[in-house]
């Protein structure tokens, strides 16, 4: 039974004074005449309690704020791109009022609200709490990049690959390709553009592919690897069926699938690539992300460390023969290893470091 009730039944059927009554329940007198005019007034009504919701709310977010959300939250996921809470709140920083200065922007857990209130959230009770989570970070630019390979469909359902290559600390995308079929020379000629464009890290982190690693199949080594080694690239892998040690790149995988879905489908390899290639430029300077605070990966990955992209200009990389062996290209300051087991050549960074000091 209700307080409220109660009191007004001791005071309307027992007939007992209202001091009495607030004496005896812990109440004001103010209270329990209070209770007594809203009976006369209202009669069985009064037992359940108001709301104490205020008559006013000054700090309400608006109509307008609150239409604008959802229209944000509508146009990115129409476009296949993140629309939670924070992505909503950094968008709606870019927007300037009409009349100029600052924008009004609510929280992130007021966004929240509003999307829980209009049906946009969906529980998933199954996903671990963040708190649990175990997480790394390279500490500057270069100093370890993510590497792993996705897959994807053509519009006729041909399979394709991906290879993604992310640098740990700026989460910028320095490589995104599209193949029928990724093989060991093919992740060494996508190393060697990022190389060549980003400069080369301190040190790879990939899962145990096989076109990463070959200690799954004895012994020997594939080509990526004994091309980290010749530069003196620190390789280290996942423990086996553990993707979350990699988990920077397996997310990218994610927001990349999720943007791919929303555009047309591709009809050819080269489509595809396109389609890559305008992803990892909004990735890269437009998309606010959550680990960098709502900063872009180009604005986070400004100070290229380490030996950035010295003596990269200019080298002539050795040629392959049908045989799997390179040429010799001793005299231009290649280390070439003659072997059909490695295809793998590369300047060493003794070289290096001389041309770049020339």
């Known amino acids: 039974m209700p307080m409220a009730q109660l009191i007004i039944t001791a005071v309307t059927v027992e007939g007992r004074s209202k001091s009495e009554v607030a004496r005896d329940y812990g109440v004001s007198r ?16 009064a037992f359940q309690p108001r709301s104490r919701r205020p008559h006013a709310s000054p700090q309400a977010v608006d109509a307008d704020t609150e239409e604008m959300i959802l229209r944000l939250r509508k146009e990115l996921s129409k476009q296949g791109l993140d629309a939670g809470a924070e992505t909503i709140a950094a968008h709606l920083a870019r927007q300037a009022p009409d009349g100029g200065g600052r924008p009004a922007i609510p929280a992130v857990s007021t966004i929240w609200r509003i999307l829980n209130r209009r049906g946009f959230v969906r529980p998933q009770p199954q996903k671990r709490p963040r708190s649990s989570w175990r997480t790394f970070c390279a500490e500057q630019p270069n100093e370890r990049w993510q590497t792993d390979i996705t897959h994807w469909q053509l519009a006729d359902g041909t399979e394709i690959s991906i290879l993604n290559l992310l640098d740990d600390h700026s989460r910028l995308v320095l490589g995104s390709h599209a193949r029928r079929h990724t093989t060991g020379p093919d992740v060494v000629a996508s190393f060697r553009k990022a190389f060549t464009r980003w400069g ?10 096989a076109v990463f690693t070959a200690k799954q199949r004895g012994d020997g080594r594939v080509a990526l690897e004994v091309e980290l080694g010749l530069l003196g690239v620190k390789f280290s892998h996942s423990r086996p069926y553990h993707p979350q040690t990699c988990g920077k790149v397996e997310r990218l995988h994610q927001t990349q699938k999720k943007w791919l879905a929303a555009q047309p489908a591709a009809a050819t390899i080269a489509a595809l690539q396109r389609q890559l290639d305008r992803f990892v430029d909004y990735y890269n300077t437009r998309r606010p992300h959550r680990a960098l605070a709502r900063r872009v990966p180009r604005q986070e990955s400004g100070r290229i460390s380490a030996w950035s992209k010295m003596g990269m200009v200019g080298l002539a990389w050795p040629r392959c023969t049908a045989s799997g062996r390179f040429h010799d290209s001793a005299s231009c300051g290649l280390i070439v290893l003659n072997s059909t087991r490695n295809c793998s050549a590369w300047p060493v960074r003794s070289r290096m470091l001389e041309m770049s000091s020339r």
């Open 200 to 209: 080369i890290p301190a040190g790879v982190l990939s899962d145990n592919g």
């Open 30 to 45: 103010y209270w329990v005449q209070q209770l007594i005019k809203r009976f006369d007034a209202e009669g069985v009504a």
